[in-house]
């Protein structure tokens, strides 16, 4: 949700890409990691994913916990 309350949808047909960025994005806005990384799992997990290309978002991911 943002300031106006309003749901935010965003689409992408990888969903790597958009599990990643809302994973950081929870977690700018202060979000615990463990919840954030549980929001995230529900739709992409990067442990789960055998995609080569999976890889980049994982590291995107790894560098918003540092």
């Known amino acids: ?3 106006d309350g309003e749901p935010v949808h965003v689409h992408c047909i990888m ?3 958009v599990s990643a960025f809302f994973y ?3 977690r700018e806005r202060g979000m615990d990691k463990a ?3 549980a929001i995230m ?3 992409w997990s990067p442990e789960d994913s055998d ?3 999976a890889f980049v978002w ?3 991911i790894r560098k918003g916990e540092e």
């Open 58 to 60: 994982e590291e995107f």
């Open 51 to 53: 995609d080569p290309r």
């Open 24 to 26: 950081r994005y929870n």
């Open 35 to 37: 919840e954030a990384r």
């Open 41 to 43: 799992a529900r739709q």
């Open 15 to 17: 969903n790597w890409r």
């Open 1 to 3: 949700y943002e300031a």
